[in-house]
């Protein structure tokens, strides 16, 4: 296996290793291209940069961005975004507790970033349906919402605790 796509998780006891069919069959195309359909090039290195950017970096010596990886962009919105409440869970209209044409929300300062650290308290809020679906349909949204403090509507946790 070529320096830079030799696997340091996934091990044996023996050191050899196995790669999960999910996403790391794309560094086994980019180390064995010969032995994979020309079709399958793109999806793999598409997938490496999106996915797996510290890989390609190493193995392409191309320093990735927000502007073309996945991974980067969401680094870049947790960056951007640290000190706001990013929503970490939402309830539709269909709960009990969320009046009709609202989304509610649990948020918490800095979000859940993909490691999934909670850093934290959690709060609250009543947002639009319509502006809560349009903003995770935009094309620069990694899949997250942030609230406006001063335009949403503060959602009194006792009422979520209560529908539980």
């Not at 560094?27 to 598409?46: G, K, T, Y």
């Not at 390609?56 to 927000?66: I, S």
């Not at 991974?71 to 975004?81: D, G, V």
């Not at 989304?103 to 349906?129: F, K, Q, S």
């Amino acid at each position: 296996m070529p320096r830079g796509l030799r696997p340091t998780q996934n091990l044996d006891s023996n050191g050899g290793a196995w790669f999960e069919e999910d996403q790391e069959w794309a560094i086994v195309v980019l180390a064995f291209p010969q032995h994979f359909d020309s079709q399958n090039h793109e999806p793999a290195q598409r997938l490496l940069k999106d996915w797996m950017p510290e890989i390609w970096e190493v193995w392409a010596g191309e320093k990735l961005t927000p502007e073309t990886s996945f991974t980067r962009r969401r680094e870049a919105f947790f960056h951007t975004h640290r000190n706001d409440q990013v929503v970490t869970g939402a309830f539709g209209s269909w709960h009990k507790c969320v009046p009709h044409g609202k989304i509610g929300v649990v948020a918490m300062t800095g979000g859940r970033p993909p490691n999934g650290a909670l850093t934290a308290p959690e709060t609250y809020w009543l947002v639009d349906e319509n502006e809560y679906g349009e903003a995770l349909k935009r094309p620069d949204n990694v899949g997250y919402f942030v609230i406006d403090p001063t335009r949403h509507q503060p959602w009194p946790q006792q009422a979520l605790a209560a529908a539980a």
